[in-house]
């Protein structure tokens, strides 16, 4: 939550300016939360260059995970929003044996 992430960057001396967040706009959206969030911040031109980034996700039972990268912000694509839906094959979340 982003109580979490503020009492985190704060016992690291971390300025939460610095640290975008998008929970108000999705919400918490499991593993698209990242690229949800890089979507948002960097896509359709907002920033330019070389970016390092910082990427910290916070799951179920303070779970966590984190990845060092860089990335080119032009290569970073605009969220797009449709009604369109996909209906070509199957999905399932049952497990196969």
């Known amino acids: 939550s982003a109580e979490i992430i503020n009492d985190i960057s704060g016992k690291l001396g971390i300025p939460t300016d610095t640290l975008p967040m998008n929970l108000n706009k999705y919400g918490n959206t499991a593993g698209n939360s990242i690229p949800l969030l890089l979507s948002d911040h960097l896509g359709g031109g907002k920033k330019s260059g ?28 605009e969220v797009s929003f449709t009604s369109e839906v996909f209906d070509d094959g199957h999905v399932t979340h049952e497990m196969s044996v």
């Open 50 to 77: 070389d970016l390092h980034v910082l990427a910290v996700g916070f799951g179920e039972g303070f779970s966590w995970g984190v990845a060092d990268f860089h990335v080119t912000a032009e290569d970073v694509l």
